[in-house]
């Protein structure tokens, strides 16, 4: 299977601050990667596929980069509603595998 | 708008099977779209648990396939997800979602909102 690594796992920053999470995956998978964002106790909500499309109806202060093993998704100005838990997931290979997550919290 | 709904015991004992059902509503089923589970522990990250065409073609993570089941009832507009010999290790929020991007690219555009499953005599 391949592996994702989200880096930071927890992240604290403020309203308005531009934040980036990592997704590094264990072996190429182009631009098969896709971003979600959680929020606790609903589902994942998908942001990005295609490491860069964003999903209809996602605000344009998300945008997603990268190809190969190494992809980032940016917040650009952060939002209240945006602190949530971010998860990557790579669908190039099965069985679909996603990252660990990333926890970010308002500072 | 597509919507998802998961229904089942949310209490099951450890070596039985475990049993849900993904009511689908404002898509047919039969119209296209592989329809998946995916799961996720208690404070954990997400594990995809296998995938079904209206077809009945279906794919299982090889970590999970000896023991899961995917089926679909095209009639009724769901899916159904069966584990079986569950254990403690099986408890989770378990999660319907449509599959967009095929059987070759899976990402999931539409969940339901998950039901817990407790593994515990």
């Known amino acids: 299977d391949i592996q994702l690594t989200q880096s930071p796992s927890f992240l604290s920053a403020s309203v308005g601050d531009r934040v980036t999470i990592t997704c590094r995956a264990s072996?190429?998978?182009?631009?098969?990667l896709a971003w979600y964002q959680q929020k606790p106790g609903k589902a994942p909500k998908l942001l990005i596929y295609?490491?860069?499309t964003l999903q209809s109806g996602v605000p344009s202060r998300f945008s997603g980069s990268g190809s190969g093993t190494e992809f980032t998704l940016t917040i650009s100005s952060l939002q209240p509603e945006d602190f949530a838990t971010y998860y990557c997931?790579?669908?190039?290979?099965?069985?679909?595998?996603f990252g660990q997550g990333t926890r970010l919290e308002i500072k | 708008q597509v919507q998802l709904q998961e229904s089942g015991p949310g209490l099951v004992k450890p070596s039985e099977t475990l049993s849900l059902t993904c009511a689908v509503s404002?898509?047919?089923?039969?119209?296209?779209?592989?329809w998946g589970w995916i799961r996720q522990p208690p404070g954990k990250g997400l594990e995809w648990i296998g995938s079904i065409y209206h077809s009945g073609s279906t794919y299982y993570n090889p970590s999970l396939k000896s023991r899961v089941t995917i089926s679909v009832d095209t009639s009724k507009n769901q899916f159904s997800l069966k584990v079986s010999s569950v254990t403690a290790a099986d408890t989770a929020v378990y999660y319907c979602a449509r599959q967009a991007g095929g059987a070759t690219n899976p990402v999931f555009d539409y969940w339901g909102q998950g039901t817990l499953v407790t593994v515990s005599s």
């Open positions: 072996q190429g998978i182009s631009s098969y």
């Open positions: 295609a490491a860069s």
């Open positions: 404002g898509y047919s089923i039969s119209s296209g779209y592989y």
């Open positions: 997931q790579q669908l190039n290979n099965y069985p679909p595998t």
